[in-house]
Each structure stands twice: as C-alpha cells, then as structure tokens.
C-alpha cells in the first residue's frame, strides 16, 4: 500500500504538539508536591531505622506535647484488618507489631511547620527488639532464614506448606515433556544469574494533601485527596478498603504526576494524610523525602534464574526450563508471574517448564516497574537463545525467527498467541540500517535482544461534551503520565471527524468520571482510546438524530463526513451549525462511554546495542542502541518514539549501573541519586527508533500498547554485545565494571 | 521561634523581598514562600537537577543554596523565561521537539539549557550532553531532550532550515 | 459444563488428568464442583470467599476480575493462573 495514495487516518498518525505542552515548559502544570490549601499544615512520617525488630513499646506523648503539633497517628488509628491481604496492606501503612524494612513507617505527626511536625517525629520513643535481617531471595528461602511473618506458609496448587517460610507461593507452567524435549536437543546451555532490585527512580517524589468536609448530613464527613498517582480510582479504592469509608465520600483528584512507570500504582501517602487530617481538623499535606522513596516505595524486585534451552543442529528449539526467584520485599506479590510470561514469550516451546516462586524479604514492599518482571527475566533467556545461536553457527536474529510464535501457538502458560507482529519486528531489524552497518574496531560488539509483553486492556471512561460553538471536551478519568490526554484527544477527532484543535481533553477526579484502572501495562492509549472512539460514535450518532428531527426527515436519510452533517442535495449543516442549533434548543449533547477491554494482545520489541569494552578498566561503552517495535498503529509518532527511547535508557540503567546495595543488617546503603546512579544524558547515545506497524485488531485503529516492552531487552542485547567484545557472558545485574573484571580474570570475586 | 531574615532580591526581572528562616533553602524559599512552584524538587542533595534556577546567570541547584544568600542577586526560575511576547525560543524548540514527556524535570533542564546557550551559542552533541548530565531524566531517554536543545540553539541563533 | 484445565500442580488430585468438564454458573460453583470431583481442589485454589493468595482465574480467556463471584457460561474454559500486574 502507499502511504501517500491512502493515508488512512486523518489525525492518528501525525506529529502533533501535545495539549499540555506550554504548561509543562512554563511551569505552570501543577504536580503532587505543587498543591498547597488555605489552613494547610504538614505531615511527617516516622520510619524504622531497623530492617527487621519486634516494636516492644511505642510512646508518643512527647511528640503531642510539642507546640505546633496538631496530630499524632499510628497503626492503631486503623480499623482492624479483615484478611490477609488487608492486613499486609494495614501493616505497610504503619507497622503494627514488627518492623520488616527499614523506612518501615510506624507513625505520622502533623504540625504547623514541616520542620516541627520532623522535630515531633523524633520525639516519639519507639522500643525495638531488633531481629536478623534477610535481603537476598535466595537466603531467605533457606531453611535456618529469619522469618518474617510467623502465619506465612508456601502457598501452592500443589498444597499449602506446613511451616512457616518466606516463599509466598509458588507456580508451575508445564508443556509437553521436558526430559524428552532435552533429549531429543543437538545443543544444551544452562546458567545461573542473579538480578538486583531496582527502583522506578522517577523525579518527582510522592505527595498527597488530604482534607475532610466536616460531619453533617446526609453525607458523613467527606474526604478529598490530591495525590500524584497512575490511578485517582485505585487510590479511592485502596483508602475506602483501610478507612472502611462509602466509596461515594471519597474523592481522589489526580495531579500531574511527574513520572511514575508502576511505582506511583501504589498508594503510601493517602491513608496517614488522611488519618492525620482527620484528627488535625485541617488539610495535611506529604511529602516524601527522596531517601524514603528508595526506602519504602517501589522497587522492582531482585531476583535469581536458572534457565536450560536445548535445541536441534538445525536450530529448533526442543525445550525450555526456568526457575525464577523474585523478592517481593515485605509482603507478597513480587512480578514473577509476568516475569515467567516474558522469559521464553517470543518462542515456540514444544516441551517446556517453568517454576515461580514468590518470596518475602526484608525490603519495601515491590511495585510494578514497567512491563514488571520482564525485564531480568529476558536477560536470562535471551542470553542462553544468544548462546545456542551461537553454538550453532546461526545469525541470532535468524536463530529467532526460526523459532518464533505465530498467531494460534500456545503459549507455556496454557494461552494462545492472538495477532502478533513479533516476525515483523525480527524482520525488520534485519533490514533496519543499525543491523546492517559494519561494526569494527577492538573490544567491540554487537547484541540482540527480543522480547513479548502483553499488554493490558481493563476498565477506562471518558466523556464527551459538545459546546454551543461546536468545540468539545473530553474528560477521561485515565491519568496522563506521558502525553495520552493527546493521544487520546486525537483518536476521539478522528471519530468525530474533527480537527483536533477542536477537541479540549483533561483529566478528572472520582467524583465527575467513571471508574478506570490505573495508568499502567501500557493500556490507556489503547483502551480508554477505545472509550473515546465509542463516545464520540455516540455523539455523531445523537446528533445526526438532532439534524433530522431539526429537518424533518429520516435519521437513516443524515450522513455525516468530515465535519458535515447533510441530507439530501440541499440540507446541510456543519458540526458548528449543528452544535449550536442542538444546544440552543432541546438540550445539548454528551456522551460518556464506559468499557473494560478484555482482548489485549502482546507487544514485540528487537533491540540492537554495540558496546565497547574496556578491558583494562571494565566500563562499557555504548557506541550505538536502536529500539524496533510493534506498535499496531502509532497515534502519534513522536511520542512513540518517546516511549521507545525512554523505556530503552531505563532498561540500560538496569543492565549497567542500577542495583540497591544493602549491608548486612539489611540497610540499604545508597538511598540517593548519587549513589543509587541512573543514566544521564551522558551515559546513552541517541536512540534509533524503528516504529513496526502491524495493526491490532481489537482497536478500531489498530493501536496497541507502546510503553513497556522496550524497558524489557536492553539487559539481554547489551550483554550479548558484551560477550562478542570481550568473550564474557555477564550472569548478574547491573553489569558493573567490577562483575565484568571478575568474568574476565582480572580481579577475583 | 526562629528569627527570620528579610531577603530583598530580584526574581524573575522584579523586585521581591520576603522573610526566611536562616535554614531555608531558595528552592522552599521560591515554592513555599514566593509561590513559584514551577521550579521542583526532585531529590533535595543536589543531585538531580530538578531544582536548577540561574543565580547572577550561573546555574545552580536552589536547593543546595540559602534563601539568605540570595540577599542582593538576581534569580531565574522557569516562570521566567517567557514575557508579553510569548514563549521564550527554548520554550518553544522542547514543544516543537517533544524534549519531554511527564514535565517534571523539565523547569530545570529549561534553565540548564538557557545557561548553556548563554555561554555557547552553538554547542555539539557532546557539549549538550555534558552540561546536561547534572539535569536527571527518567522518561526520555534524553534523545529528543538533546534534538531540543538543538533546535533551541538554532532558533537564537536564526540558523533553522525552514521546513520544506 | 465448564472445561476447566487443571494445573500441573493440581494433577494429583485429578488422577493426572489435565482437563476435566464439570458444571458451574459462577466460578466459586465451578470449584465446589472440582472439589466434589476431586477432593481437596478447593482447599489449593481458595482461601474462604476468595480466590488463594496468587491466585487468578480466567474464564474463556479473560483474568476473571470478579474472582469467584464471576460468572461462567456453558461451555467456557477456566484456567487458574499466577497473578499478574501492569506497570
């Protein structure tokens, strides 16, 4: 087809400014930290010093008694906990009878000054009986490992475990036979590798303002929460489970949010402003200082493979076995699930097995962290299909393809690949002109990674309201973290058929939207795309009924076309002539459409690293990175780009400088940016982008996730590159200088 | 209480005084005293860039300098940079070439680039990308952030090719 | 009838079979069917009302939100799976 002969869109697919651009370049955009109320005064959070201790006594009298000091919390503000995960949930709030990190909050001080309501929080006498502390996934799965909940037992289908331990659970995908798969394979590769807990690392920190409305009927006290977060409804959710509130009382008005990528799913901050301003009789803002963002938000989890492919001298993959370790920190719910959905994802395996295990560590609590727990996953696959491609004398995107899932090929998990572009994407990089560019030169390498990751539809809203002068805004409850107010806006024009400076979109809050998930799993173009397409359907469908009812004539008879409404040879109104004649009598018109979208598909991503290596000092260098994507249909190229090359950096920072170091009372040793270093604008290059178009039947327009796969194969890619520079196959992550001297023989371990 | 000083300075081309603890930084002085909440903090040490606001035309982090120091000088912030002729050209070059994405760090790395401009008109890629290295950002990648400050330089300097 | 694939690590009690058809309008009816079934389904996939810690469910292709109260047609196909997050 030629693009210039039948463009097929008139708005999607184009370089658009975005909406909220000048506020964002003239600081005008108002952010979390940014809100500030009339009366308002200041939280601080308590936090343990202590990875793991028993609190034997907590006084905060001294704390009340400071001048200045309006509001002292603790767990037991708290209604009690009605099930497990309530009460995980209640504990990470504010630690009831142990401590299980360090910056475990244990109470809350509000105060006049920022600066007294810290002074208050000092004064709090907390008595400690500190107890040995666990970091490492794979310590605290041994059996003479301190504990950290006394109930916890291993929860399998297999049977629940009858002692207390560390692994939450555990999982099992099975496919055809394993042992005759390994059998019948020419080649087998088998490591071990060991991935560091990561953090979501975005610059805006967490803050929240909470005020009540005083008691009175019919509504009894009402609760109104300015927070920076990927979900105003999750945020609702999660306070009206802890508070015990009606969901109708609680009103959760999103900021904008200053980068988020999973971590700002979770909401810390709402309950213990919202406790704090209940007691206080004033608003309460928090802000979380950048040491506890590390200590007690996010991170991703740190994790252990072992990983086994075997296949054939002609290149077929006959088997596949992982075991993936995954700290979820204090409480359940590590990523490993979708961690084991990445590892062989783009492949067919004909007999495969994977086991999952979720364990508890003395860490904060893990979050999602884009495309979550793909990302070490794939650079344990990716380095061992690396390695049997290799081994077999195959070019490495061939060896891939070879193998590659089609649409109707099962997946390890027992589901069925839908309408993939997985193949267009490797073809692509073939041809693309990184791949084809000589690389030369000592100590250098090129690299290849690959990988699946499904994204996720679920529930959005969004409303259409059509103006007198025939402009229209659109109101979605689906926070912006990157530009989908736009890309949303756009694919709302092209229904309406409308140019897009018509369309005026913006976020709402819990009290004026319908329910959405949170901004996450790379769903709110695409999904709450599609609740934008049925609005506006919907309003060209009411108001080509307004135009017949206005011309007498059957609606049947009213065709609507590039922004005219006409019947017959002679009616004939404008958008803007409809609008106003619709609004100046008989009411004017609106849509709001609600979905949840079950179909999503995974998203494909190839990259292409080259590194230099130096092998006096260990430090990589990289020389060139390009990112290939299937992104159904691009709804605006740039900002796809965007994605693309911002999900590439922060997979680089994972492979090559981001890890959380603890000592071995559990305390994590580089809570801030110096230490904890993630990539400037120094350490990338440019990033090539080729955008692969393979459109997503499920979306009107063919529009597919973009945000997460390209965090997911940086790791694999770059220590590929590595191995054809130095001859070294890195195991661990981040790939530090040091870990490359210790493989390369230069220092010891 | 603490005794507060009274600070007389220009911000933003006007004359401002306002009363500040010795310990304030200028970065809580702009935001929690002048209102200016344009500028951000991202990590409060210095080492983020979040915070970068020109001091006498020297870029600095406002959150590593006291509120009383600026006693005297003069201070850009973000909300500086535009003026009744609209958006200034480096405003207008990070629009024209999506040099962000969350917004968040972009009040800094605006002013960063105006220092860097002031000083070198036409910087390379490796000059952006070192006076940068002190602005983080985590959602571009830095790529377009670059292209931006690029087209940014162009602009003061009437080098841009027009579009065909 | 539902078609409900059994885990591996459920096959035990299934006697090594790894589909099996049993009647439900809701996916909690579906488990009390397994578990009279197969004895002991129940106590591996619940927890009480709820579905097990870890625990999801999909019917005919969708992660059942509503857990145990989501309905089930005749003819759907059940799986239990890890669970999964976005970010």
């Given at each position: 087809m030629n693009a210039q002969e039948q463009k097929p869109f008139a708005v999607v697919g184009e370089r658009l400014p975005r909406y909220d651009g000048a506020d964002k370049v003239t600081g005008k955009a108002i952010f979390g930290p940014d809100v500030a109320l009339p009366g308002m005064c200041y939280g601080f959070i308590l936090r343990s010093p202590h990875a793991h201790a028993r609190i034997l006594s907590s006084d905060t009298s001294r704390a009340e008694a400071l001048p200045g000091v309006y509001a002292v919390v603790t767990a037991a503000d708290l209604p009690p906990a009605e099930s497990a995960d309530h009460r995980y949930a209640r504990d990470n709030t504010f630690a009831s009878d142990k401590v299980l990190?360090?910056?475990?909050?244990?109470?809350?001080?509000?105060?006049?000054?920022?600066?007294?309501?810290?002074?208050?929080?000092?004064?709090?006498?907390?008595?400690?009986?500190?107890?040995?502390?666990?970091?490492?996934?794979?310590?605290?799965?041994?059996?003479?490992?301190?504990?950290?909940?006394?109930?916890?037992?291993?929860?399998?289908?297999?049977?629940?475990?009858?002692?207390?331990?560390?692994?939450?659970?555990?999982?099992?995908?099975?496919?055809?036979?394993?042992?005759?798969?390994?059998?019948?394979?020419?080649?087998?590769?088998?490591?071990?590798?060991?991935?560091?807990?990561?953090?979501?690392?975005?610059?805006?920190?967490?803050?929240?303002?909470?005020?009540?409305?005083?008691?009175?009927?019919?509504?009894?006290?009402?609760?109104?929460?300015?927070?920076?977060?990927?979900?105003?409804?999750?945020?609702?959710?999660?306070?009206?489970?802890?508070?015990?509130?009606?969901?109708?009382?609680?009103?959760?008005?999103?900021?904008?949010?200053?980068?988020?990528?999973?971590?700002?799913?979770?909401?810390?901050?709402?309950?213990?402003?919202?406790?704090?301003?209940?007691?206080?009789?004033?608003?309460?803002?928090?802000?979380?200082?950048?040491?506890?963002?590390?200590?007690?938000?996010?991170?991703?989890?740190?994790?252990?493979?072992?990983?086994?492919?075997?296949?054939?001298?002609?290149g077929r993959i006959t088997a596949a076995q992982a075991e993936l370790y995954y700290a979820a920190g204090a409480y359940p719910g590590s990523?490993?699930?979708?961690?084991?959905?990445?590892?062989?994802?783009?492949?067919?395996?004909?007999?495969?097995?994977?086991?999952?295990?979720?364990?508890?560590?003395?860490?904060?609590?893990?979050?999602?962290?884009?495309?979550?727990?793909?990302?070490?996953?794939?650079?344990?696959?990716?380095?061992?299909?690396?390695e049997l491609a290799e081994k077999l004398g195959l070019d490495p995107l061939e060896f891939r393809l070879r193998n590659h899932a089609r649409e109707g090929d099962e997946r390890l998990d027992g589901g069925t690949h839908g309408h993939i572009?997985?193949?267009?994407?490797?073809?692509?990089?073939?041809?693309?002109?990184?791949?084809?560019?000589?690389?030369?030169?000592?100590?250098?390498?090129?690299?290849?990674?690959?990988?699946?990751?499904?994204?996720w539809g679920g529930r959005s809203s969004c409303a259409l309201n059509v103006n007198g002068d025939g402009t229209v805004n659109l109101v979605t409850s689906s926070v912006d973290l990157s530009g989908t107010r736009t890309t949303i806006a756009m694919q709302a024009a092209e229904a309406l058929q409308l140019p897009p400076e018509r369309i005026k979109p913006s976020v709402g809050d819990t009290d004026n939207t319908g329910y959405a998930?949170?901004?996450?799993?790379?769903?709110?173009?695409?999904?709450?795309?599609?609740?934008?397409?049925?609005?506006?359907?919907?309003?060209?469908?009411?108001?080509?009924?307004?135009?017949?009812?206005l011309w007498d004539v059957p609606v049947e008879s009213v065709a609507y076309a590039r922004g005219v409404f006409a019947s017959g040879a002679d009616l004939r109104f404008t958008f803007a002539e409809l609008a106003e004649q619709v609004t100046g009598s008989g009411g004017s018109v609106g849509s709001i459409a609600n979905v949840d979208v079950a179909e999503w598909g995974a998203g494909?991503?190839?990259?292409?690293?080259?590194?230099?290596?130096?092998?006096?000092?260990?430090?990589?260098?990289?020389?060139?990175?390009?990112?290939?994507?299937?992104?159904?249909?691009?709804?605006?190229?740039?900002?796809?780009?965007?994605?693309?090359?911002?999900?590439?950096?922060?997979?680089?920072?994972?492979?090559?400088?981001?890890?959380?170091?603890?000592?071995?009372?559990?305390?994590?040793?580089?809570?801030?940016?110096?230490?904890?270093?993630?990539?400037?604008?120094?350490?990338?290059?440019?990033?090539?982008?080729?955008?692969?178009?393979?459109?997503?039947?499920?979306?009107?327009?063919?529009?597919?996730?973009?945000?997460?796969?390209?965090?997911?194969?940086?790791?694999?890619?770059?220590?590929?590159?590595?191995?054809?520079?130095?001859?070294?196959?890195?195991?661990?992550?981040?790939?530090?200088?040091?870990?490359?001297?210790?493989?390369?023989?230069?220092?010891?371990? | 209480m603490t005794n507060k000083t009274l600070v007389s300075a220009t911000v933003n081309n006007e004359p401002v005084e306002f009363l500040c603890e010795p310990q304030q930084s200028l970065l809580e002085c702009l935001r929690d005293i002048l209102g200016l909440t344009g500028t951000k903090e991202g990590c409060n040490d210095g080492n983020c860039g979040a915070c970068s606001v020109l001091l006498d035309g020297q870029l600095v982090n406002s959150c590593l300098v006291l509120g009383v120091e600026i006693e005297g000088r003069a201070i850009t912030t973000v909300e500086g940079l535009a003026d009744w002729r609209g958006l200034h050209p480096i405003q207008q070059a990070f629009l024209e070439a999506d040099g962000f994405q969350c917004g968040f760090c972009t009040p800094g790395i605006l002013i960063a680039t105006k220092a860097l401009l002031d000083r070198k008109p036409n910087p390379t890629e490796a000059d952006i990308r070192a006076w940068l290295?002190?602005?983080?950002c985590r959602c571009t990648g830095y790529d377009k952030i670059v292209r931006a400050v690029q087209v940014a330089a162009c602009h003061l300097n009437n080098t841009c090719e027009v579009d065909a | 009838m539902a078609i409900v694939y059994i885990p591996p690590l459920m096959r035990d009690l299934t006697g090594g079979r790894d589909k099996v058809s049993v009647p439900g309008n809701t996916v909690a009816q579906v488990i009390q069917a397994l578990d009279t079934a197969y004895p002991g389904v129940k106590a591996r996939v619940a927890d009480g009302d709820h579905l097990a810690p870890g625990v999801a469910v999909s019917v005919d292709g969708v992660i059942a939100r509503l857990g145990p109260r989501a309905p089930v047609k005749a003819g759907s196909v059940l799986r239990f799976l890890p669970v999964i997050e976005g970010g």
């Amino acid at each position: 087809m030629n693009a210039q002969e039948q463009k097929p869109f008139a708005v999607v697919g184009e370089r658009l400014p975005r909406y909220d651009g000048a506020d964002k370049v003239t600081g005008k955009a108002i952010f979390g930290p940014d809100v500030a109320l009339p009366g308002m005064c200041y939280g601080f959070i308590l936090r343990s010093p202590h990875a793991h201790a028993r609190i034997l006594s907590s006084d905060t009298s001294r704390a009340e008694a400071l001048p200045g000091v309006y509001a002292v919390v603790t767990a037991a503000d708290l209604p009690p906990a009605e099930s497990a995960d309530h009460r995980y949930a209640r504990d990470n709030t504010f630690a009831s009878d142990k401590v299980l990190y360090v910056g475990h909050a244990v109470a809350a001080v509000a105060a006049r000054t920022p600066a007294i309501a810290e002074q208050a929080a000092r004064l709090i006498a907390v008595e400690y009986d500190v107890l040995p502390a666990v970091t490492d996934v794979l310590a605290a799965m041994r059996d003479d490992a301190p504990i950290l909940h006394d109930d916890m037992r291993t929860h399998s289908l297999a049977g629940h475990g009858d002692k207390p331990s560390n692994v939450a659970s555990h999982f099992q995908h099975l496919k055809g036979d394993p042992a005759r798969g390994f059998a019948e394979a020419d080649v087998i590769v088998e490591r071990e590798f060991h991935t560091a807990t990561v953090h979501q690392g975005y610059i805006e920190s967490h803050a929240t303002v909470a005020t009540w409305s005083d008691d009175g009927a019919p509504s009894n006290g009402a609760l109104t929460i300015y927070t920076t977060t990927q979900g105003s409804f999750s945020v609702r959710d999660h306070v009206v489970w802890l508070l015990d509130l009606p969901m109708s009382n609680v009103r959760v008005v999103p900021t904008e949010v200053g980068g988020a990528f999973g971590g700002k799913n979770t909401s810390y901050l709402d309950v213990p402003a919202a406790l704090l301003a209940r007691k206080a009789r004033r608003p309460v803002k928090i802000t979380m200082p950048r040491p506890d963002v590390f200590l007690a938000t996010g991170p991703s989890s740190g994790a252990v493979f072992r990983v086994k492919m075997g296949a054939t001298r002609d290149g077929r993959i006959t088997a596949a076995q992982a075991e993936l370790y995954y700290a979820a920190g204090a409480y359940p719910g590590s990523p490993v699930g979708s961690g084991a959905n990445v590892m062989f994802g783009p492949y067919v395996i004909p007999n495969g097995q994977i086991d999952g295990y979720d364990v508890v560590t003395n860490g904060p609590r893990v979050s999602s962290y884009r495309a979550p727990g793909g990302t070490p996953a794939n650079f344990a696959a990716e380095t061992l299909i690396d390695e049997l491609a290799e081994k077999l004398g195959l070019d490495p995107l061939e060896f891939r393809l070879r193998n590659h899932a089609r649409e109707g090929d099962e997946r390890l998990d027992g589901g069925t690949h839908g309408h993939i572009g997985g193949i267009e994407v490797l073809q692509a990089a073939q041809t693309c002109a990184h791949y084809t560019a000589p690389l030369t030169g000592p100590n250098r390498g090129r690299g290849v990674a690959h990988t699946a990751w499904g994204n996720w539809g679920g529930r959005s809203s969004c409303a259409l309201n059509v103006n007198g002068d025939g402009t229209v805004n659109l109101v979605t409850s689906s926070v912006d973290l990157s530009g989908t107010r736009t890309t949303i806006a756009m694919q709302a024009a092209e229904a309406l058929q409308l140019p897009p400076e018509r369309i005026k979109p913006s976020v709402g809050d819990t009290d004026n939207t319908g329910y959405a998930d949170v901004s996450a799993g790379s769903r709110t173009t695409y999904a709450t795309g599609i609740a934008a397409i049925q609005a506006a359907e919907d309003v060209i469908a009411q108001m080509r009924a307004r135009a017949a009812a206005l011309w007498d004539v059957p609606v049947e008879s009213v065709a609507y076309a590039r922004g005219v409404f006409a019947s017959g040879a002679d009616l004939r109104f404008t958008f803007a002539e409809l609008a106003e004649q619709v609004t100046g009598s008989g009411g004017s018109v609106g849509s709001i459409a609600n979905v949840d979208v079950a179909e999503w598909g995974a998203g494909f991503s190839t990259h292409i690293a080259d590194v230099e290596v130096d092998p006096e000092t260990g430090k990589v260098t990289l020389l060139r990175y390009t990112v290939v994507q299937d992104v159904g249909q691009a709804v605006n190229p740039a900002m796809v780009e965007g994605q693309m090359q911002g999900g590439a950096t922060q997979g680089i920072g994972w492979a090559l400088y981001e890890g959380y170091a603890y000592n071995e009372k559990g305390q994590m040793l580089n809570a801030n940016f110096l230490d904890y270093k993630i990539p400037t604008a120094l350490d990338v290059p440019l990033i090539e982008t080729v955008i692969v178009e393979v459109p997503y039947p499920q979306h009107p327009y063919g529009v597919r996730g973009v945000g997460e796969p390209p965090i997911v194969p940086p790791p694999g890619a770059i220590a590929n590159a590595i191995y054809r520079a130095a001859g070294i196959r890195p195991d661990h992550l981040p790939m530090t200088p040091a870990h490359l001297l210790e493989k390369l023989g230069v220092i010891e371990s | 209480m603490t005794n507060k000083t009274l600070v007389s300075a220009t911000v933003n081309n006007e004359p401002v005084e306002f009363l500040c603890e010795p310990q304030q930084s200028l970065l809580e002085c702009l935001r929690d005293i002048l209102g200016l909440t344009g500028t951000k903090e991202g990590c409060n040490d210095g080492n983020c860039g979040a915070c970068s606001v020109l001091l006498d035309g020297q870029l600095v982090n406002s959150c590593l300098v006291l509120g009383v120091e600026i006693e005297g000088r003069a201070i850009t912030t973000v909300e500086g940079l535009a003026d009744w002729r609209g958006l200034h050209p480096i405003q207008q070059a990070f629009l024209e070439a999506d040099g962000f994405q969350c917004g968040f760090c972009t009040p800094g790395i605006l002013i960063a680039t105006k220092a860097l401009l002031d000083r070198k008109p036409n910087p390379t890629e490796a000059d952006i990308r070192a006076w940068l290295s002190g602005n983080l950002c985590r959602c571009t990648g830095y790529d377009k952030i670059v292209r931006a400050v690029q087209v940014a330089a162009c602009h003061l300097n009437n080098t841009c090719e027009v579009d065909a | 009838m539902a078609i409900v694939y059994i885990p591996p690590l459920m096959r035990d009690l299934t006697g090594g079979r790894d589909k099996v058809s049993v009647p439900g309008n809701t996916v909690a009816q579906v488990i009390q069917a397994l578990d009279t079934a197969y004895p002991g389904v129940k106590a591996r996939v619940a927890d009480g009302d709820h579905l097990a810690p870890g625990v999801a469910v999909s019917v005919d292709g969708v992660i059942a939100r509503l857990g145990p109260r989501a309905p089930v047609k005749a003819g759907s196909v059940l799986r239990f799976l890890p669970v999964i997050e976005g970010g």
